[in-house]
């Protein structure tokens, strides 16, 4: 990212710890107050909403949808009864595409890319490639999806069993999902990593989580083994020299 095409910050509000890009050329210092304005604004909904409904903080099952939930909530809720996964597991995903959109909408941004705890929500004018970051696993960063104009917007979300505190009863190094929706990328991740308890699954499960129709492309790493699949192309990364086929 460290190029003139991309002006990057971060935002940090409670556990919410956002990196934001945007094309340099509409970047102005109102877009990093105005993101965590958002943070601020959307942390306070889910906040309001765990008050009511406390079983949607604690809950790894999906739960029918209250009335007159905010967009946001309702979306998570759907996610989760599609993924089979608590509504939490679509948080990240969610507030990454809510704000990704409030900021394009806001001051016009050409490109915009929200990352939220591994889960991006991305809108681009001229291709970009998203490397896999998987622990421990040889195949860490080697693998990427390069992301054309027309593919976006969409986001690409990721869980694993092996990096980070988030809750995973699987043992993926990375399952990464591709969709169109924030909410149902990561209530998908979180279910696909569930699923693989071992690196001969991975390619089992990738084709099981590709007969899903929300979803556009996977990649579950598990220690020297890969399952890729779905419509996104692909690329191998040499650390050492840049991208190659």
Same mark, same amino acid.
């Given at each position: ?6 002006? *990057?910050?971060?935002?940090?509000? #409670? ?17 990093? =107050? ?45 996610? @989760? ?38 889960? =991006? ?23 990427? #999806? ?12 990721? *869980? @694993?069993?092996?990096?980070?505190? *988030?809750?995973?009863? /699987? ?38 989580? #590709? ?7 996977? =990649? ?6 890969? $399952?890729?699949? $779905? ?10 020299? /840049?991208?190659?086929?």
């Amino acid at each position: 990212m460290g190029n003139a095409r991309w002006k *990057s910050f971060r935002v940090e509000y #409670l556990e919410t710890d956002l990196w934001i890009a945007v094309d340099s050329g509409n970047y102005s210092i109102k877009a990093e =107050i105005f993101s965590k304005e958002q943070a601020v604004y959307y942390r306070n909904i889910l906040d309001k909403h765990i008050c009511e409904f406390p079983e949607f903080l604690t809950s790894l099952t999906p739960l029918a949808v209250p009335a007159r939930a905010h967009p946001l909530i309702a979306e998570m809720y759907k996610a @989760s009864g599609i993924a089979g996964t608590g509504p939490m597991s679509a948080v990240a995903g969610a507030v990454a595409e809510y704000i990704c959109n409030d900021l394009i909408s806001k001051f016009g941004f050409s490109e915009a890319i929200i990352e939220n705890g591994g889960d =991006i929500f991305i809108k681009i004018n001229h291709p970009a490639t998203i490397s896999v970051y998987a622990g421990a696993s040889p195949l860490s960063e080697r693998i990427g #999806l390069f992301i054309k104009p027309e593919d976006t917007p969409m986001s690409i979300c990721c *869980s @694993s069993g092996t990096v980070g505190h *988030s809750l995973s009863f /699987g043992n993926a190094d990375a399952a990464v999902i591709g969709c169109r929706s924030g909410a149902q990328a990561d209530a998908y991740a979180t279910a696909c990593c569930n699923e693989v308890k071992s690196a001969s699954m991975v390619s089992e499960v990738a084709k099981s989580f #590709l007969q899903k129709p929300d979803i556009i492309s996977v =990649i579950i790493i598990k220690d020297d083994k890969a $399952g890729i699949g $779905g419509k996104l192309e692909v690329k191998i990364l040499d650390n050492d020299t /840049g991208p190659t086929l």
